[in-house]
């Protein structure tokens, strides 16, 4: 059975830091593209990062490139999302997900091209 779960949200002041988990099981997680989506009340679920674990390519939007730094654990067959700098607009619910790389679309970041997802958890930006 596949399994992502995301860990280390949190309430957090504007300027500081967390650092997401998604621990995944379930598939050969060396042959899978990992993302990072987030989804703001009210708003539509945007795609905010991912890693290609097959070589360790990545990827970050705009709105997090300088800010958030995407990394894997092979070992641990864990994806982390390192967020520093956070701002009120950062404040989401943070959702990992999973493709192999024979579907994987890379910058795109469609919902639609990640079969499996984790439950979310939630990271508020406030002071």
Same mark, same amino acid.
């Given at each position: #059975?596949?399994?992502?779960? #995301?860990? $280390?949200?949190?309430?957090?002041? %504007?300027?500081?830091?967390? +650092?997401?988990?998604? *621990?995944?099981? $379930?598939?050969?997680? +060396?042959?899978? *593209?990992?993302? =990072?989506?987030?989804? *703001?009340?009210?708003? #539509? +679920?945007?795609?905010?990062? =991912? ?23 092979? @070992? ?11 701002? %009120? #607009?950062?404040? @989401?619910?943070?959702?990992?997900? *999973?493709?192999? =790389?024979?579907?994987?679309?890379? %910058?795109t970041m +469609? ?5 499996? =997802? ?10």
């Amino acid at each position: #059975e596949v399994q992502l779960v #995301e860990s $280390g949200g949190g309430l957090v002041q %504007p300027g500081g830091t967390l +650092r997401l988990s998604c *621990a995944t099981s $379930g598939f050969a997680f +060396r042959d899978y *593209a990992i993302a =990072w989506f987030r989804q *703001a009340s009210g708003k #539509e +679920r945007e795609g905010v990062s =991912w890693i290609l674990n097959t070589d360790g390519t990545t990827f970050y939007s705009d709105t997090v490139k300088g800010r958030f730094t995407i990394s894997s654990d092979n @070992a641990k067959n864990t994806v982390y999302l390192q967020m520093n700098s956070l701002r %009120p #607009e950062d404040t @989401a619910v943070y959702y990992c997900a *999973a493709t192999h =790389w024979k579907l994987f679309t890379g %910058p795109t970041m +469609r919902d639609d091209d990640y079969n499996d =997802w984790g439950q979310g958890t939630q990271v508020t930006v406030s002071s």
